[in-house]
């Protein structure tokens, strides 16, 4: 496998991976703010999406052997194509989530949207699932045409 093969095949994992985390913290904060029913569904999908996340958290580390340091640690990659997805994706995520944080501290009163209030950690595990599901969801959507098989 080739180095371009190995970015391509981690960049895809990262992006899955993304939205795994994103969904599994988004699942977390609806159960805790009891917006969700109890129901077993949510409990067995909160299960699948962990074991899927642990399985994309091992795939991953597998291919970070395979691909330069750089990619791993500052996301530059010798392919174009995937450096481009990867910077779209900064990009998109930050762009959502400054306009998130802009419509929190413009908005005075959002009894509307969150009638007990929320404490900084539910507002910062919300941001992060925000952030986790643009940036993975603009990562699968731009690694969508590499796919071969």
């Not at 180095?3 to 988004?26: C, M, N, P, Q």
């Not at 969700?36 to 074991?51: C, E, K, Q, V």
């Given at each position: ?27 977390y ?6 917006v ?18 642990i ?17 791993f ?45 929320m ?31």
């Open positions: 496998m080739s180095k371009v093969d190995a970015e391509v095949d981690y960049l895809k994992s990262t992006g899955r991976l993304s939205v795994t985390l994103g969904s599994f913290i988004a699942l904060r609806l159960d805790k703010s009891s969700l029913p109890d129901n077993a569904w949510f409990t067995a999908l909160g299960i699948g999406l962990l074991m899927y996340l399985y994309e958290v091992v795939k991953n580390l597998k291919l970070v052997g395979k691909i330069k340091a750089k990619a640690w500052l996301g530059t990659f010798e392919d174009e194509f995937s450096q481009h997805v990867y910077d779209l994706a900064n990009r998109v995520g930050l762009g959502i989530l400054g306009f998130v944080i802009l419509a929190f501290a413009m908005l005075d009163d959002l009894s509307w949207l969150i009638p007990q209030g404490s900084i950690a539910e507002f910062c595990q919300t941001l992060a699932a925000i952030w986790f599901l643009s940036m993975g969801i603009t990562i699968v959507k731009g690694m969508r045409d590499t796919d071969e098989d």
